[in-house]
T-cell receptor, first 112, second 115 residues
Framework: KQEVTQIPAALSVPEGENLVLNCSFT??????LQWFRQDPGKGLTSLLLIQSSQREQTSGRLNASLDKSSGRSTLYIAASQPGDSATYLCAVTPGTASKLTFGTGTRLQVTL | DTEVTQTPKHLVMGMTNKKSLKCEQHMGHRAMYWYKQKAKKPPELMFV???????INESVPSRFSPECPNSSLLNLHLHALQPEDSALYLC??????????????FGSGTQLSVL
C-alpha cells in the first residue's frame, strides 16, 4: 500500500526566505505527482504536476522536483510571502487510474 | 470557466435528515470525484464517476449515495448520517480519469456538521 509522508508537518518562516517542503512515498511505481495548496476550510488548488518521466516543473516562484527512484519530491518556494501561508499537500497517482494518495501535509506560515 | 462550484458551503443536519450536496463544472471534464476530509487530515477518496458512470466506490457506507445526472453535475445524497461523518466534503473534476493522473480541479467544499 502506497504511503506518502510530508516533512515537516508545520513550518514558520519570515517573509522573504526561500524554503523547501519534502514529500516521500513508499512505492516508486507512480504515474505522476502533484502538489496542492489548501487554505483553511477551503478546497485544494493544484500548483504543479510532474509526470513520472519528468524531473521537475516550475511555475513562478515555485519549483517542484521528482526523484522516483528514491521516492522523493521537493517543493521549493522562493522569496516567500505572507500570502503563501497555507497547507501544502503532495499526492501521487499509481500506475493506473486517477486515484490519488495524499500526503499528510505541511502547514506553512510566513510571518511579516 | 475553470471552476468547480459546490453548494451549499455549510450544512448542519440531524441524524434523521436527508440532504444533498451539489457539485457543478463547465470545463467539459468527464471525470468527477467526491472526497471527504476530516480536520487536519488529507482528503480521502469516496467515489469516482467516469463518463457519468460510477467507476470507483471506496467502500463508502450506503448512507452516502452519489448520483451523476449528467457530465456537468454530481450530487451526493446523505441519509441517516452519524456525527463522525462531520467533515469537509470536496468535489473535484478532471478531463478523463481513464488516462490516469490528470490534473484535478477542486471545489471549495461543503463543511458538513451532523448533530
Amino acid at each position: 500500500k502506497q504511503e506518502v509522508t510530508q516533512i515537516p508537518a508545520a513550518l514558520s518562516v519570515p517573509e522573504g526566505e526561500n524554503l523547501v517542503l519534502n514529500c516521500s512515498f513508499t512505492d516508486s511505481a507512480i504515474y505522476n505527482l502533484q502538489w496542492f495548496r489548501q487554505d483553511p476550510g477551503k478546497g485544494l488548488t493544484s500548483l504543479l504536476l510532474i509526470q513520472s518521466s519528468q524531473r521537475e516543473q516550475t511555475s513562478g516562484r515555485l519549483n517542484a522536483s521528482l526523484d522516483k527512484s528514491s521516492g522523493r519530491s521537493t517543493l521549493y518556494i522562493a522569496a516567500s510571502q505572507p500570502g503563501d501561508s497555507a497547507t501544502y499537500l503532495c499526492a501521487v497517482t499509481p500506475g493506473t487510474a486517477s486515484k490519488l494518495t495524499f500526503g499528510t501535509g505541511t502547514r506553512l506560515q510566513v510571518t511579516l | 470557466d475553470t471552476e468547480v462550484t459546490q453548494t451549499p458551503k455549510h450544512l448542519v443536519m440531524g441524524m434523521t435528515n436527508k440532504k444533498s450536496l451539489k457539485c457543478e463544472q463547465h470545463m467539459g471534464h468527464r471525470a468527477m470525484y467526491w472526497y471527504k476530509q476530516k480536520a487536519k487530515k488529507p482528503p480521502e477518496l469516496m467515489f469516482v464517476y467516469s463518463y457519468e458512470k460510477l467507476s470507483i466506490n471506496e467502500s463508502v457506507p450506503s448512507r452516502f449515495s452519489p448520483e451523476c445526472p449528467n457530465s456537468s453535475l454530481l450530487n451526493l445524497h446523505l441519509h441517516a448520517l452519524q456525527p463522525e461523518d462531520s467533515a469537509l466534503y470536496l468535489c473535484a473534476s478532471s478531463q478523463d480519469s481513464g488516462a490516469g493522473g490528470e490534473k484535478l480541479f477542486f471545489g471549495s467544499g461543503t463543511q458538513l456538521s451532523v448533530l
